[in-house]
């Protein structure tokens, strides 16, 4: 389910900015084939990020050092 939440979520970037926050808790739920395909997925933000701002925010709550 966590997958298919995620997107959902993905469609709302980057009018939602609170998007890559609940990514994150949804990626720190996910297991296994589940967290592969979100990680995978977060993918489009970056597509779909229009500023600076939009990557420094994608950045915070997605990159590897994100907890």
């Known amino acids: 389910m966590s997958y298919d939440k995620v997107i959902e979520l993905i469609k709302q970037f980057p009018e939602n900015r609170n998007v ?11 297991r296994g084939l589940e967290k592969l395909n979100i990680k995978r ?13 939009d990557f420094d925010l994608i950045e915070k709550h997605l990159s590897p050092d994100a907890t």
């Open 20 to 30: 890559p926050r609940l990514i994150r808790v949804e990626l720190d739920k996910a």
């Open 41 to 53: 997925a977060t993918e489009a933000l970056i597509v779909a990020a229009n500023t600076e701002k």
